[in-house]
Each structure stands twice: as structure tokens, then as C-alpha cells.
């Protein structure tokens, strides 16, 4: 018999849809150990946040299908173990989407009008109407950054506030930024204009605490910072001492780095212009029950041999197919990856060709591995194999696909990614060498033979004396170590690409030396 196992706690009508198929047993708060005894005689697993799903628990499920995650995020699962095995993970993208953005607008009508300030005034005796003056939404500015679902419901409804809305989201092309009626710009002058910001940001690499002490000293002394997406995208201590010292006026948070916050968070010393909730942003009823429902749906499906809807891994892909492309997907990805580091803001057109053996390759699969790393900077985990030439169109992204067979540059073929944005366009090729290596061969039309490395510097300069040694005396004298430097050019003297591979990565205020330095056109650091 169809077994699913529920482990954390689920609305009821989830546990109606998977019993149309399955005998369902509902078991909350097992201890890892426990789960991982039991976990062999289950066909699918259903969790939220609470369940841990290891790569030892998946390592034990040698009958599980599917791992249905009744929310977004899927922090809580080894989704690469789950892959590795052949499970699928799903989760519920849209589910809390409506929950998540009308929490984000209580926190910014709460700042604006200290209306949990004055509920415990008023119930503890007070009539303080002077003490609680607020301003109005009506004609300020908002800065969303992340024009995501829940960004985007948050920008609608804003404007229908009649609040004029800045964005900030380097993958949206403008064409959905008019769409939308928001106006994009850079992070820093969005901060330094708005009255409010309301950020909508996976945690990524990228992205943690990029609300530093430096960025909220830019904001107006009168504006107020919301938080409903991620935990660990601001800096807890500095956002604590720039709402104490008044360098804003307030800010409401639902996330946090650790959770639940720590007793001692410097959060909780602040006095009452930063409000604070337990993670509430999907906490409704219809969100629960809509999650529920949605991955119920699609473990369901599964189990009856359907497609899932919101998968997080790699469904459709054979083992056997993954293996003989594994390093292939790599390249593609690691590619997408550079290019969207070159390019540096958003992109409308990306050309994808492969050339050689690699025209006699499956193409939807590199294509897709191309666009999950040209949008990784941006999504983080939110972007898969799955999602990812959904999330491109949504960004006004054109995908170009052309095959080259003809081209004998390497003996196994070559992949080149070739895009067009706000910025100009850039181009990088690369390679799998026989004993599966890969190379970069070509960065904006320039030869060189890079093999990727966790932290890069690729700048654009004029092939001219003194380059390369003002660039390595800067580096050292930030004790940045250099493993390996290659220079492409086509002629002498004139333009020219320079590749090191960094054991460091490169500190912000290192790149502004390194961008003054004569003959620099371009300097941009990379995380691979």
C-alpha cells in the first residue's frame, strides 16, 4: 500500500487530498533518529519548517518518490541528496504570496500610525492622542526591493494607495517595471529616497546583511525600513542602533537571523518606533490551508505517476541522462553565473549557443542550467532547473537558442552565453575537457583558458605597462592572495582582458582603488 507521512503539523483538507490516494499517518515532532527508523516504509513525506529532512533521512527513504514542503522555503531539506537519489521536492511558491505581502503592508501602516504603541497606551488607561501622530502612506515614496510575487503585490497595492513606488531588482527588465508602474533604480539612491523600504530578498551569499550601517545611514532621518522576507538580510546591531540614535525614524521586522530571537538580540532593547513579530508573514488561515492544499495536490499527483507543478530539483532528467551531462550542466551553469556577474544589471536577450559537440547534446536542459545561473545572484535557492525559464520570461528575458555543429573550436564543442541588458552586452565561452574539467575559453571575445574558481577579478583595461603590477600591489596591500593571472588580447596595446584567480574575495573598498587605476575600463569582482 501508498504510504505519505506527515510530520509536522498540516491543515486538515492537505490530509483529505493525500488520503484520496495513500494511507496517510500523521506524526509530529519526531527526533531525527526516529524519523530516520521509519522513514524506509513511506512513499511520500509532507513537512513544513519543523522537519529536518537530512541527507541521512533521505539516504534511509529507499522508497520515498517525493518531498512536499507546505510553504516556500526549503531551507529544511538536502535538496541535492534529494536529487542525487531521484526524490522530488516540491514546495508551494505562490501559496503564501497574498499572506506574506499584506504582513509587509500591517508593518508599514503599524510604523506609520503606532498602532501597537498606542493599543497598549489606550489599554493601559492612556487617551495619548498627541503622542501618537502619525503620517500618511498617501503620496510617500516606497522602495521595494525584490519585485518578486510578493514584491510585485506589494508595488500594486502601494500604487492603489496612491503611494509613489521606487523598485530595486537588477533581473527585472523595464518593460515589467512599466508594467507594474514602479520606477527602477539603483539600491543606493532607492535607500537614500524613499520613506519606506520593504525588502523582498532570498538570503543568499549576496544578499546577507546587505542592510549594513553604511546603507541605513543614507535613508532620511523620517524613514522606515519593513522586513518580511528573510532573516540574516540586515544587520540586526547596526539596524538596532540606527532606529535608537534616530538615524531612522523606525522599522517593523518579521525574520530574523536566528529564530526564534535570541533573548539577548540588541532588537529587543529598542525602544517602541521597531516592531517585532514571531515570523507571522504566512501565518493565515487561507495561506495554511492553500499551501496545504497546493502540495497535497502535487504529492498526489506524483503518486498517481503525474508531473508536479512547483518542483524544486530536477524532474524529467534520467540518471542515466544526468550523469553523461553532469559536467556539461555545470559549465552551462557556472557560465550563467559569470555572465550575469559581467553584465550588472538587467538583462533582455540571451543568446545560447552551442557549437560543435555540443550542438549533439540535449539542449532544454543546458539552456535551463544556463538561465538557473544567470538568475542565481539575484533568486538564490528560489531558482531550479524547474523554475528557471519561468522566472526569465517573468524578467522580460529573450532566450535565444541556436546550434553550431559546424564550429570545431574543441574537440568536444564549446557553449557560448551572449547577453544584451541596460549595460551593453557581454560574452563567455567555455569548454569540457576530456577528464571533465571545464574552461573558460573566452570572456567578451577574448581568448584566454581560465579554469573556475570560487573568487575571480575579471577587468577590461588597455594592454599597457604598469596594468597588471598596480593591481597586484593593490591586492597585497589588502591581503588579497592571487593563485593564478592570464591576460587575452587580440592586438598589442590595444584593449585586453585580465583573469585572477583570488584565494579572498575582493572588499568593496578595494574595487574603488581598482576601478581608478589609468587604463581600467571595467573591474568586476566574481563569486562562482
Request: aromatic fraction near 2%; charged fraction near 20%.
Amino acid at each position: 500500500m501508498t504510504k505519505v507521512l506527515v510530520s509536522d503539523p498540516i491543515d486538515q483538507t492537505g490530509i483529505d487530498i493525500l488520503s484520496q490516494v495513500a494511507q496517510v499517518d500523521v506524526r509530529t515532532g519526531l527526533p531525527p533518529e526516529q524519523l530516520q527508523q521509519i522513514i524506509g516504509d513511506y512513499d511520500a513525506l509532507m513537512i513544513r519548517s519543523g522537519t529536518q529532512v537530512t541527507a541521512a533521512i533521505i539516504e534511509a527513504a529507499g522508497r520515498l518518490k517525493i518531498i512536499g514542503r507546505a510553504g516556500v522555503g526549503v531551507d529544511n531539506v538536502d535538496v541535492e541528496a534529494a536529487t542525487q537519489r531521484g526524490v522530488l521536492v516540491v514546495n508551494s511558491p505562490e501559496g503564501n504570496t497574498i499572506a506574506a505581502a499584506e504582513h509587509a503592508l500591517a508593518m508599514m501602516l503599524s510604523l506609520s500610525r503606532h498602532v501597537p504603541q498606542a493599543h497598549v497606551s489606550t489599554m493601559a488607561g492612556g487617551w495619548d492622542r498627541k503622542k501618537y501622530v502619525g503620517n500618511e502612506l498617501y503620496k510617500k515614496k516606497l522602495g521595494v526591493v525584490g519585485l518578486g510575487k510578493i514584491g510585485s503585490h506589494v508595488a500594486r497595492v502601494a500604487k492603489a494607495m496612491g503611494m509613489e513606488v521606487l523598485a530595486y531588482d537588477p533581473y527585472i527588465s523595464a518593460e515589467r517595471a512599466q508594467l507594474l508602474q514602479v520606477r527602477l533604480m539603483a539600491i543606493g539612491p532607492l535607500f537614500a529616497e524613499a520613506d519606506f523600504v520593504s525588502l523582498h530578498l532570498p538570503r543568499t551569499p549576496d544578499t546577507e546583511n546587505l542592510v549594513n550601517a553604511e546603507l541605513l545611514a543614507t535613508m532620511k532621518p523620517t524613514a522606515r525600513l519593513v522586513n518580511c522576507a528573510r532573516g540574516g538580510i540586515v544587520d540586526e546591531k547596526a539596524l538596532a542602533e540606527a532606529v535608537s540614535s534616530g538615524t531612522i525614524a523606525g522599522a517593523a521586522l518579521d525574520v530574523y537571523g536566528n529564530e526564534p530571537l535570541e533573548a539577548d538580540s540588541p532588537l529587543r532593547q529598542v525602544d517602541d518606533r521597531l516592531i517585532l513579530t514571531p515570523h507571522l508573514g504566512a501565518s493565515t488561515e487561507e495561506a495554511q490551508e492553500n499551501v496545504s492544499v497546493d502540495v497535497a495536490e502535487q504529492i498526489r499527483d506524483v503518486l498517481l505517476g503525474l508531473p508536479a507543478r512547483s518542483a524544486v530539483n530536477i524532474p524529467g532528467l534520467t540518471p542515466e541522462v544526468m550523469e553523461r551531462l553532469k559536467p556539461h550542466l555545470q559549465l552551462a551553469e557556472t557560465l550563467g553565473l559569470l555572465l550575469s556577474q559581467l553584465a550588472g544589471g538587467s538583462i533582455q536577450d540571451l543568446e545560447v549557443r552551442l557549437q560543435g559537440e555540443f550542438a549533439n547534446h540535449p539542449s532544454q536542459p543546458l539552456v535551463v542550467a544556463a538561465l538557473k545561473g544567470l538568475l542565481s545572484s539575484a533568486l538564490g535557492d528560489r531558482i531550479n532547473y524547474v523554475n528557471a525559464a519561468i522566472e526569465a520570461r517573468s524578467r522580460g528575458i529573450h532566450v535565444l537558442e541556436v546550434k553550431d555543429d559546424a564550429s570545431r573550436d574543441f574537440a568536444g564543442g564549446s557553449l557560448q552565453l551572449t547577453c544584451r541588458g541596460g549595460q551593453g552586452s557581454h560574452s563567455v565561452t567555455g569548454a569540457v575537457f576530456a577528464d571533465g574539467d571545464l574552461r573558460i575559453t573566452t570572456i567578451d571575445e577574448f581568448p584566454v583558458n581560465v579554469m573556475p574558481t570560487r573568487h575571480m577579478l575579471i577587468t577590461r583595461h588597455r594592454d599597457m605597462p604598469g596594468i597588471i603590477g598596480n593591481i597586484g600591489s593593490l591586492l597585497g596591500e589588502h591581503n588579497v592572495n592571487i593563485a593564478s593571472m592570464q591576460v587575452g588580447r587580440r592586438i598589442v596595446r590595444g584593449d585586453a582582458v585580465m583573469v585572477l584567480s583570488l584565494d579572498d574575495p575582493i572588499p568593496p573598498s578595494l574595487l574603488a582603488s581598482i576601478h581608478g587605476i589609468n587604463g581600467i575600463q571595467e573591474a568586476h569582482p566574481v563569486t562562482l
